[in-house]
């Protein structure tokens, strides 16, 4: 059977012909499909608009973009991106269009911009037509589609030995060459690289000389790379919740990642002990927690969500912790965690970690992060736990261990964006995905022109944590006043967020 997500059973109208919707990109975000679109592919490359088929979200546009399946070979097979747009409220303050990079990687631009406008201040709906497009691979844009029934035999990442880490690379190779064969030519072509080349296809589509651009979480990975090719097509550019592409080694990025994730843990206990309403306030939070991730181990903790059904260590961590993180509701965290605490415990069973969908190729083809042997493995696992003691097998040595043997087109290298115009790189002091760090070091890699915003807050999104952080991002989309460096914005609680922030890496 073909893996098909919970919202997934929505099919893309492209050139008539019925698609369905890559809900493999679905399962591994929770996003769901991107809505329909029935606009045709113009011969002269420019965007023919027709309403998006989702009368509950009215106001949006769609359009369908044709660019080549390999741009090294731009005669040849061509591939059509879905693309969205609402247009600017004011048209006649309109400054242009802004192009939004979903993250992910899995995200649908395509769904952010029909379902989740509210992502956007009132001001840049005021001023700004805002675009955004399904990446290839993903949505409605040639999606990764593979075996369900594969995917489900995924061995768990939590490998134990040499035998099992051989039988993942197999394991790996087969499930490539099962999503290569039912996804097409575009599989071996998903890399930020490429992307690169789509967005800026997209930009000449819509008539803008240059480029005004927001990309969040990984895709900021996609606005750095479009400053370094295209430097000079840029107009602004803000990149919120920051990748480091220049992370060089595995143990260096995986490290990082646990530093964060961790940082985040230390912030969630910190709050605990301060505040009163916390429902875990005056106990020690760290043992009430250890103690489920042992229950977990042994298969005795009921998942919340799936009464009667046991939640693994794994999904403790990166399904309940790390999410709750993101939108920095520790309120939510502790609440939920007090109730397992309080839960009766199941019978003892044995657990298993979710199946990790195919998203895991646009990362693999962008981050080269090898592993040698089960050895290595073992010290890196070892070298995240001692990082990160509270947050054991987080999200980002399953996708090491999801990538073992693959490909890379796009490995990590620095930035040269020489002649770019000034960038503006927002981040979170405490965020659990993108840590600061990423961003300090993005913002000094693109020199002159990188220009760092802080938020001295909480969670994976910085942009619409509150009016100063919104207020200084605004200004310099609308009117290119680019914020003192140094800039930082003092931290406001979840409520007084506007809309949320990226829901995903």
């Known amino acids: 059977m073909l893996l098909r997500g919970r919202s997934a059973l929505r099919r893309i109208a492209v050139r008539g012909t019925a698609t369905a919707v890559g809900a493999a990109m679905a399962v591994i975000t929770g996003l769901a499909a991107a809505p329909a679109v029935h606009a045709s592919p113009s011969a002269t490359g420019a965007l023919r608009w027709a309403p998006c ?66 992502r956007f201040s009132p001001e840049v709906r005021r001023r700004f037509d805002v675009v955004s497009f399904d990446p290839r691979g993903v949505g409605g844009s040639n999606p990764v589609t593979c075996s369900g029934d594969l995917l489900a035999e995924r061995p768990s990442p939590e490998l134990r030995s040499q035998a099992d880490f051989d039988a993942t690379l197999e394991y790996n190779r087969r499930l490539r060459a099962d999503c290569r064969a039912r996804t097409g030519p575009v599989f071996d072509h998903l890399d930020t690289a490429q992307t690169v080349r789509d967005l800026d296809t997209l930009r000449a589509a819509l008539g803008e000389r240059k480029l005004t651009f927001h990309g969040s979480s990984y895709g900021t990975l996609l606005g750095a790379q479009y400053a370094e090719t295209y430097p000079r097509r840029v107009r602004a550019m803000v990149l919120e919740s920051v990748m480091d592409h220049s992370v060089p080694t595995t143990r260096d990025f995986l490290k990082a990642e646990a530093a964060t994730a961790e940082d985040s843990f230390h912030e969630f206990v910190k709050w605990c002990d301060g505040a009163a309403d916390c429902a875990l306030h005056g106990r020690d939070v760290r043992a009430v927690w250890q103690g489920l991730l042992a229950r977990a181990g042994r298969g005795e903790l009921e998942d919340p969500a799936k009464p009667g059904t046991s939640l693994s260590s794994s999904d403790l961590v990166n399904k309940m912790a790390f999410r709750k993180f993101y939108a920095a509701d520790y309120a939510g965290l502790a609440t939920a965690i007090a109730g397992m605490d309080a839960s009766r415990p199941l019978p003892a069973s044995p657990t298993s970690v979710a199946p990790l969908p195919p998203a895991t190729p ?42 073992l043997g693959a490909p890379t087109a796009n490995p990590q290298h620095r930035l040269d964006s020489h002649g770019a115009p000034p960038v503006l790189v927002s981040n979170a002091l405490h965020d659990p995905a993108t840590g600061y760090p990423w961003a300090v070091s993005v913002a000094r890699q693109l020199g002159r022109s990188g220009v760092l915003l802080t938020y001295e807050g909480h969670g994976h999104g910085s942009v619409t944590s509150g009016p100063c952080m919104e207020g200084a991002v605004d200004g310099y989309l609308t009117d290119l006043a680019v914020p003192p460096r140094g800039t930082s914005c003092p931290a406001v609680p979840p409520s007084l967020r506007r809309g949320p922030g990226p829901a995903r890496g």
Not at 364 to 373: A, I, K, N
Not at 376 to 394: I, W
């Open 53 to 118: 088929d989702d009368p509950e979200k009215p106001g949006a546009e769609c359009a369908i973009l044709s660019v080549p399946v390999d741009w090294a070979h731009p005669d040849g097979p061509r591939l059509d991106l879905a693309v969205a747009r609402r247009k600017a409220t004011d048209p006649s303050a309109r400054v242009g269009s802004l192009v939004f990079g979903p993250g992910g990687p899995g995200d649908s631009g395509v769904e952010m911009v029909v379902d989740r406008i509210s």
């Open 362 to 403: 646009v990362f693999c083809s962008d981050w080269h992060l090898p592993v040698r042997d089960y050895q290595e493995y073992a010290s890196l696992v070892a070298m995240m736990n001692m990082t990160a003691p509270d947050l054991p097998y987080l999200l980002p040595i399953h996708m090491a261990a999801a990538c």
